[in-house]
């Protein structure tokens, strides 16, 4: 909500005043929403961002994963990782039901991975950009009235263009209205769950993930895996 949210300008400014005033508690913003804010194309709310939430995550990632690695505690809760899961992960990995229709989910279903290592896991949640599928790419847009679009395109003829937010939203967008778009080649998912996460709930949600899946073991409390 908040992310697609922000993607006005007057919107994202009116957040970040919430959040100065202590209205809204930093912690409650996703990091899609950060990052949102943080490539704002207005100087004043990316300086704002950044001032309350700090700079844009390091660019070393797979050092980021290595240390939070090295930090994996002696024995992961997954019931702490559910808590992480369903605020920072399921709007994106699991699907949902819009009336009689049930919408699949816009990234990989994450609950039959148990044969992922730890060292796995983490490459793919602190450096989700080191290899992105093409379905994957976002793609990125401003429309003639200053709206700024991020999510993954669906489909596309000669008038419009479908596309669909980080919070699953679907929407029908006229060719007409875009001002600018492009494909990135970097993935929805964001970059900086380090500043967001501590070792343990990383380690907790891998563990809840793993006891979710139908094949569970009792790899959960394992230690890191190289």
Known sequence: LLNHMVQRESNAALL????????????????STIQTLRNSPKEEISNLAISIFGPAPGADRPAIARQWLSQWPS???????Q???????AVCHEGRRQGDQF????????????HWTNEAWMV?????????????????ARTE???LISGLKLQEDEQSLQWVSSTGRIELLDKKQIAQWKMSERSLMPEGFEQLLTPQEIAGIISYLRTSSSTAGAATTASPSK
């Open 75 to 81: 024995k992961a809760d997954p019931s702490v990782g």
């Open 83 to 89: 808590i992480a899961y369903q605020k920072h992960c």
């Open 124 to 140: 793919a949640i602190l450096d989700p950009n080191r290899s992105v599928e093409e379905k994957y790419w976002v793609f990125q």
């Open 16 to 31: 970040l005043s919430k959040i100065q005033q202590g209205t809204i508690p930093p912690n409650d913003v996703d990091a």
């Open 145 to 147: 009235d200053g709206e």
């Open 103 to 114: 919408e699949e989910s816009l990234a990989p279903n994450l609950k039959g991975l148990n």
